[in-house]
C-alpha cells in the first residue's frame, strides 16, 4: 500500500472538507415528486458519498504521477481540501461571501464548510474560473490552472457517481479493492425501483442440440 492511498480517509479536515462539498452539490431534500408518487431521497453526507470521492482520489492516481506532483507525503484528497480551503478563505477575505459566518464555532482550518452552500458554490465558481492567484494554492494546485479546472469537474462527477451508485450497499468492504467488495444490503435505490438484484446466471433450456449426419457420395473416376 502507497504512504498516501489512507491518509484523505483518515485525516478529519479532509473528511469534513468533503463532507461540505458533497452537500453543496446534492441538496439534502427528503422527499421529491415522481410517476412512483413521493419518493425519499437519501441525504448524500448521511450515505457517506464523501467518503467515496476521498476513496478514488486517492486510488486513481498511478505511483509515478503521484511523484510528479509531488504527493509522496500526502494525497490527493488531502490536497484537494487544502485547495478549497485556501479558495474559502480567499473568498472570506475579499468580502465575496454573501451570507454571515457564524464566528463562534468558525475554524481557520477549514473555513469551506462554515460557508453556506450558495457561497460553497462561489468557492467553486471561483477556482474553475481561475479568479485567484494561482502562486497561492497549495501543491499540487500552484500554477497549475490546468489541473484546478480538471479536478472542479471531478469533484461534481465523482460526487454523483458515489451517489446513484451501490457505494454504501459495500457496508463494511467499501474501502477494499473492488475485487474484495460484496453488498451487504439493498440500496435504497433498488429497494424504489423494485430491482432484484445482481443475477449470476441461471441453468436453463438454450434450445435444441440438431445434429446433422455428414453426407458423402462416392464418385468413380
Known amino acids: 500500500m502507497r504512504t498516501g ?3 484523505g480517509i483518515l485525516d478529519l479536515q479532509t473528511r469534513t472538507t468533503f463532507r461540505a462539498l458533497v452537500q453543496m452539490i446534492i441538496q439534502p431534500i427528503e422527499y421529491i415528486a415522481s410517476t412512483r408518487g413521493a419518493v425519499q431521497v437519501e441525504d448524500a453526507v448521511l450515505v457517506k458519498v464523501y467518503e467515496y470521492v476521498i476513496w478514488t482520489l486517492d486510488h486513481s492516481l498511478a505511483y509515478t504521477t503521484e511523484e510528479q506532483l ?5 494525497s490527493m484528497s488531502t ?20 451570507c454571515p459566518l457564524d464566528m463562534r464555532v468558525f ?5 469551506f ?4 452552500r450558495s457561497d460553497r458554490l462561489r468557492v467553486i465558481t471561483l477556482l474553475d474560473c481561475l479568479d485567484i492567484n494561482l502562486a497561492s494554492l497549495p501543491t499540487p494546485y500552484t500554477n497549475n490552472p490546468g489541473l484546478i479546472r480538471n479536478m472542479m469537474d471531478v469533484l461534481n462527477q465523482l460526487t454523483l457517481f458515489g451517489y446513484y451508485s451501490e457505494w454504501t450497499a459495500y457496508g463494511t468492504t467499501r474501502f ?3 475485487d474484495n467488495r460484496r453488498l451487504e444490503y439493498f440500496p435504497i435505490g ?8 445482481v443475477a449470476f446466471g441461471y441453468r436453463d433450456l438454450r434450445g435444441f442440440l440438431l445434429k446433422y449426419p455428414h453426407k458423402r457420395s462416392d464418385h468413380n473416376g
Do not use: F, H, V
Not at 70 to 74: A, D, H
Not at 113 to 116: G, H
Open 5 to 7: 492511498d489512507n491518509i
Open 70 to 74: 509531488n504527493l509522496n507525503n500526502s
Open 79 to 98: 490536497a484537494t481540501a487544502r485547495l478549497l480551503n485556501t479558495a474559502a478563505a480567499y473568498l472570506i477575505q475579499s468580502g465575496q461571501a454573501k
Open 107 to 111: 475554524t481557520k482550518r477549514t473555513p
Open 113 to 116: 464548510t462554515y460557508l453556506s
Open 176 to 178: 477494499l479493492p473492488p
Open 190 to 197: 433498488w429497494c424504489q425501483s423494485n430491482y432484484p438484484g
